[in-house]
């Protein structure tokens, strides 16, 4: 059948998380993080190196404190959960 164990107007067959109640947008399951921790969390792609070096472009700290509170916080509320954070390298 075309169950909906949660309720939540995803039925169980595309729900991710079908034992808990989460919009449709996100799979059926519930949404983690805020907007404003979502925008955040995207900041994350601009972290930038000095040129030629492995040393942080000072904005990039800024960006990086304010993901490691975002995390922290969702951890808190959520408990443990997986981050993972990935970088690249060029020869510019």
Same mark, same amino acid.
């Given at each position: 059948?075309?169950?909906?164990?949660?309720?939540?107007?995803?039925?169980?067959?595309?729900?991710?998380?079908?034992? $808990?109640?989460?919009?449709?947008?996100?799979?059926?399951?519930?949404?983690? $993080?805020?907007?404003?921790?979502?925008?955040?969390?995207?900041?994350?792609?601009?972290?930038?190196?000095?040129?030629?070096?492995?040393?942080?472009?000072?904005?990039?700290?800024?960006?990086?404190?304010?993901?490691?509170?975002?995390?922290?916080?969702?951890?808190?509320?959520?408990?443990?959960?997986?981050?993972?954070?990935?970088?690249?390298?060029?020869?510019?």
């Amino acid at each position: 059948g075309l169950g909906d164990k949660d309720k939540d107007g995803t039925i169980d067959r595309d729900d991710l998380c079908p034992t $808990v109640p989460g919009p449709k947008t996100n799979k059926g399951c519930p949404e983690l $993080v805020t907007e404003q921790q979502k925008q955040i969390i995207e900041q994350a792609s601009r972290v930038l190196f000095e040129f030629g070096k492995a040393d942080l472009r000072p904005e990039s700290l800024i960006i990086l404190d304010q993901l490691a509170t975002v995390i922290q916080d969702v951890s808190r509320k959520h408990g443990k959960i997986k981050v993972r954070l990935e970088g690249h390298t060029d020869d510019v």
